[in-house]
T-cell receptor, first 116, second 114 residues
Framework: DAMVIQNPRYQVTQFGKPVTLSCSQTLNHNVMYWYQQKSSQAPKLLFHYYDKDFNNEADTPDNFQSRRPNTSFCFLDIRSPGLGDAAMYLC???????????????FGPGTRLTVT | KNQVEQSPQSLIILEGKNCTLQCNYTVSPFSNLRWYKQDTGRGPVSLTIMTFSENTKSNGRYTATLDADTKQSSLHITASQLSDSASYICVVSVGASGTYKYIFGTGTRLKVLA
């Protein structure tokens, strides 16, 4: 039973053409995260939502935006994708943040983005 | 600077053998340490989570240890199987309540051969 679902699994977009990746969860978790993972590298946190509160990482480019219309869904918008944005994008959820008790962080299967 | 380093970068072993992966961290304040398994093209899956007071935790054939004094952790895999071929990522959670920081290591790529 999928708990964190990402669509599509593979996305091809053109240089400069806006693209939206989606993530949904059936866990009713408070926190949703978006990570970018390039080949052979660790996932890099882009931003996260704690409920409706948006938290951007300091080094996340303005080209990346996110929306969380409700608890279950979260979207990653890339306004003008560049070749360097080709990567795996991982969505994750947790019941609460890492500063509190060690709640599990559940990852989706990822969306592989190709920019042509 | 908060940092998590893993070694080795890659490892090849024969099926049935044991292996140990290492994770060293310089993170403050430490909250907890996690090991994840990531199959190629998939999202990471949690193996263990340990807090400051825990020395060891097992999940089937996976046993993680934590030495908070030396800031080291290890993941021991017993009787390896072909399905253990994956990247293993060490992640340390930083901060007190109200902050949200996971520091990821770059992972160890394990290949198990028949």
């Amino acid at each position: 039973d999928a708990m964190v679902i990402q669509n599509p699994r593979y996305q091809v977009t053109q240089f400069g053409k806006p693209v939206t990746l989606s993530c949904s969860q059936t866990l009713n978790h408070n926190v949703m995260y978006w990570y970018q993972q390039k080949s052979s590298q660790a996932p890099k946190l882009l931003f996260h939502y704690y409920d409706k509160d948006f938290n951007n990482e300091a080094d996340t480019p303005d080209n990346f935006q996110s929306r969380r219309p409700n608890t279950s869904f979260c979207f990653l918008d890339i306004r003008s994708p560049g070749l360097g944005d080709a990567a795996m994008y991982l969505c994750a959820t947790s019941r609460d943040g890492p500063g509190g008790p060690p709640y599990e962080q559940y990852f989706g299967p990822g969306t592989r983005l190709t920019v042509t | 600077k908060n940092q998590v380093e893993q070694s080795p970068q890659s490892l090849i072993i024969l099926e049935g053998k044991n292996c140990t992966l290492q994770c060293n961290y310089t993170v403050s304040p430490f909250s907890n340490l996690r090991w994840y398994k990531q199959d190629t093209g998939r999202g990471p899956v949690s193996l263990t989570i340990m807090t400051f007071s825990e020395n060891t935790k097992s999940n089937g054939r996976y046993t993680a240890t934590l030495d908070a004094d030396t800031k080291q952790s290890s993941l021991h895999i017993t009787a390896s199987q072909l399905s253990d071929s994956a990247s293993y990522i060490c992640v340390v959670s930083v901060g007190a309540s109200g902050t949200y920081k996971y520091i990821f290591g770059t992972g160890t790529r394990l290949k198990v051969l028949a």
